[in-house]
């Protein structure tokens, strides 16, 4: 059972644009909730994270939404850069040992 | 710092083998371990988590075992791969109290011939 899910496989944005990913959860006792970035053959590296106690977390250039009525949580990259170029995972955890991750969504940052 | 050491890499074994990826954690104490897998295509699947020394949760019924031999050690064993075993595979660490990031492994790309 899919508790998080990313239901864009791909998302292609043109350098200077803003890419927004998406991703939504079934289960309501996730109260922290992450984005990781991954390259091919490589481990997946920790972008942002939120608290449910919160709705918006900025690092420089990568935000992070949630959206707790409607269990849903986002990441705007803005400017999207060529290095963006990668496979970027949501993932959720309901104070307990796991991490339960979506199936990824590949941004491509076209020049 | 902490780090994170997985090896091997890459590994090419046939049907029937049997199999032993190694993971160690440095830097920490008692950390929140993790078995992942990515199937081509897929997002990651979480196969195994320890929270101490020989406690073992498996996530999915599989051809796979973990086992924690030592506090920061984690290793993913299988007596006889199966084709669909093929796959990368990432450790992780978490620290065990809190809400955290996780922190993974370069992964090891795992191809059953």
């Known amino acids: 059972d899919q508790q998080v899910k990313q239901n864009s496989p791909s998302l292609s944005v043109q350098e200077g644009r803003i890419s927004i990913l998406n991703c939504d959860y079934t289960n309501s006792m996730f109260d922290y909730f992450l984005w990781y970035k991954k390259y091919p053959a490589e481990g997946p590296t920790f972008l942002i994270s939120i608290s449910s106690i919160k709705d918006k977390n900025e690092d420089g250039r990568f935000t992070v939404f949630l959206n707790k009525s409607a269990k849903h949580l986002s990441l705007h990259i803005v400017p999207s850069q060529p290095g963006d170029s990668a496979v970027y995972f949501c993932a959720a955890s309901a104070n307990d040992y796991k991490l339960s991750f979506g199936a990824g969504t590949t941004v491509t940052v076209r020049a | 710092s902490q780090t994170i050491h997985q090896w091997p890499a890459t590994l090419v074994q046939p049907v029937g083998s049997p199999l032993s990826l190694e993971c160690t954690v440095e830097g920490t104490s008692n950390p929140n371990l993790y078995w992942y897998r990515q199937a081509a295509g897929r997002g990651l699947q979480l196969l195994f988590y320890?929270?101490?020394?020989?406690?073992i949760s498996s996530e999915v019924p599989q051809n796979l075992s973990a086992s924690r031999p030592q506090d920061r050690q984690f290793i993913l064993s299988s007596k006889k791969l199966l084709l669909s075993d093929s796959g990368f595979y990432l450790c992780?660490?978490?620290?065990?109290?809190?809400?955290?990031?996780?922190?993974f492994g370069q992964g090891t790309r795992l191809t059953v011939v």
């Open positions: 320890s929270v101490g020394i020989g406690q």
């Open positions: 992780a660490w978490r620290p065990r109290l809190g809400n955290t990031e996780a922190f």
